[in-house]
């Protein structure tokens, strides 16, 4: 079901995809945890996955995720946008293994639809924050701040208002209180040739499946790609890519 006013934000939607290139929404996880959202056929809140009890790799930050209220935590959270400055943080196999960590990261990008359903509910900046403001209908959605939302690229090293300010706002969140169906999944995107590889090996080929380095920060350790090569007593070889 939509909101009341859902043509209003399908025609702002529009607006954001010439303005900003805005392709979606994005939920950033970790390839350990493909599996489970395959085999369940959606996505589900922190708070349901430890209620179903399905394992599933944790990338948040513990201080955070401490102070995160509870009805946070039983929302499926979406990004606008890539390569929030958390990801930057997260990604990438990391030598000491410190948390928050996300070693083989993966962006599961989601038709704009979202947005217009019922269920779903608009964060003005990371849901967490307590200087956020939530709404779900069009006119909270238009008055958000969309240029500091899809503002990526380089910050002034020094600490200044806008610098936090901008921080905070790129972190603004779409937030499904319900599962969120599979069927709204436009696209999994792969850091590099090794994780897409691997995902077809798994889970068959599909057009969904896709490798766009450009969307990650690339960060710490990771394969780019492999190559097998087999001998077999006779030495005759055989190479899988």
């Avoid at 608009?122 to 969309?146: H, I, L, P, Q, R």
């Avoid at 190559?227 to 890519?241: A, P």
Wanted: proline fraction near 2%; include cysteine; charge should be positive.
């Amino acid at each position: 079901m939509y909101k009341d006013d859902y043509k209003k934000l399908k025609a702002f939607i529009n607006q954001l995809k010439v303005k900003y290139n805005f392709k979606g929404l994005y939920h950033f996880t970790d390839f350990k945890n493909l599996n489970s959202i395959i085999e369940t056929g959606c996505l589900k809140s922190r708070a349901e996955c430890q209620n179903s009890e399905i394992d599933f790799l944790d990338a948040a930050n513990e201080d955070v995720i401490e102070h995160t209220k509870r009805d946070i935590k039983k929302c499926v959270r979406f990004y606008y946008k890539e390569k929030t400055p958390t990801l930057y943080k997260n990604e990438g196999i990391k030598v000491d293994n410190v948390k928050p960590h996300i070693p083989l990261p993966v962006y599961l990008l989601f038709d704009y639809e979202l947005i217009l359903l019922e269920n779903t509910v608009f964060a003005s900046c990371n849901a967490a924050s307590a200087y956020v403001n939530f709404g779900k209908n069009f006119e909270f959605f238009k008055t958000m701040d969309w240029d500091k939302i899809f503002h990526r690229g380089s910050l002034h090293i020094e600490d200044t208002p806008l610098k936090r300010e901008i921080i905070s706002k790129r972190h603004a969140e779409l937030l499904g209180l319900q599962d969120i169906s599979l069927n709204y999944l436009n696209k999994i995107f792969f850091r590099s040739k090794a994780d897409y590889k691997r995902a077809i090996n798994l889970f068959g080929e599909n057009d969904k499946l896709e490798v766009d380095a450009s969307l990650f920060n690339c960060n710490n350790n990771y394969i780019e790609d492999y190559k097998l090569e087999i001998y077999n007593r006779l030495r005759k070889q055989l190479i899988l890519t």
